[in-house]
């Protein structure tokens, strides 16, 4: 068996052409570990703030791009039980995604959904670990509660209207076109707002502000989103795409009693991750194996292309997720 398998890593900080092919040793399983055999890899805003040299690997992770993947178990490690060499999951990685075989603990995979193929159950992990954990652990989301998401055309955002719209809760989701804005109706959402067009804040006072705010985008939405939020509401903040230092007036805060929190997923224990896992496999698996949810596709690349799949991310004309095909299937 070769020793040596194909990746793609990130020769210095910079912008996709930094993405380069290579050959690294493959990985072995340590305890609690499984390797997996990759068939395709997500890609995600965060893989391009790491190649971008803004979001460092957390001590022990691989310094490969690639933070989810599908495909077949190739060799577990001791301490594992619950799965088998050959079976079929997808699993939120540490890093290394990006690559032919990548390890990962076991307890962060997921089988691969009844019915649904090794290319969108690729999409799943990042965005799904994600948005549970933020939106329904973290921010609490209710049936009824009107729930605003920003980016609701990307990846996290589509993730987000379908699980909001089957737990009864009312969706308004912001988006940069009217083509993004249907595609956002589409899967849900009861109000969709092109920001180029229209306030956002105006919209929801219209609608007795939000009860909770997803947001990625930060800078100054930050203080527009306190002014959008209903009394007692949650802001719960994912990413700043538009920096994340801004004065605040903490006025608001106190005297309408809102809540603002906010976490990445990457730095967080393995425990953690293993907790939101097992939350999904019985919360959210079965919705996906029944059709009732499921990932939005945007586009796919090969491997040795991820330079132009980043660039097509970064470009944010996509909707939904984009992919790498490894080895298909």
């Known amino acids: 068996m070769a020793q040596n398998m194909r990746a793609v890593e990130i020769s210095a900080p910079g912008g996709p052409d930094v993405l380069r092919v290579t050959e690294r040793p493959r990985p072995v399983p340590g305890h609690g570990q499984v390797v997996i055999k990759v068939a395709w890899a997500g890609v995600n805003r965060p893989d391009a703030l790491q190649r971008a040299g803004l979001y460092n690997p957390p001590p022990g992770a691989s310094d490969l791009p690639g933070l989810e993947a599908s495909g077949t178990i190739e060799a577990i490690g001791s301490g ?12 939120l990685l540490p890093g290394g995604g990006y690559a032919e075989y990548v390890a990962t603990p076991a307890a962060h995979c ?12 690729a999409c799943l992990p990042e965005t799904y670990f994600t948005v549970w954990s933020n939106v329904f652990t973290r921010g ?13 055309s990307s990846g996290i955002g ?30 849900g959402a009861e109000v969709a707002i092109n920001y180029r067009d ?61 809540t603002v929190t906010g976490s990445t997923l990457r730095p967080q224990s393995d425990l953690a991750k293993a907790r ?3 939350d999904l496999r019985e919360a959210v698996w079965p919705l996906l194996a029944a ?20 660039t097509r991310m970064e470009g944010s004309g996509h909707i939904g997720k984009i992919v790498l095909e490894v080895a298909g299937g």
């Open 80 to 91: 594992v039980s619950g799965w088998a060499v050959g079976d079929q999951v997808c699993a």
């Open 291 to 310: 059709g009732r949810i499921g990932p939005v596709m945007d586009s796919e690349f090969p491997l040795d292309q991820a330079a132009a799949a980043h």
């Open 140 to 152: 609490g989301l209710k049936g009824g509660e009107r729930f605003l998401i920003h980016g609701g």
């Open 276 to 278: 939101i896992a097992q």
């Open 158 to 187: 589509t993730t987000a209207i379908q699980l909001a719209n089957h737990f009864g809760a009312r969706v308004f989701v912001t988006a940069g076109s009217d083509e993004k804005c249907q595609a956002c109706r589409d899967l």
């Open 110 to 121: 997921l089988p691969v959904p009844d019915g649904m193929g090794l290319k969108e159950a």
């Open 198 to 258: 229209a306030d956002f804040v105006e919209v929801m006072k219209e609608q007795g502000g939000a009860d909770l705010i997803l947001d990625m985008v930060g800078g100054p939405y930050i203080q527009r989103n306190l002014s959008a939020l209903a009394d007692d509401g949650r802001l719960v903040q994912i990413a700043f795409l538009q920096g994340p230092t801004v004065e605040l007036n903490m006025v608001q805060i106190m005297t309408r009693r809102l």
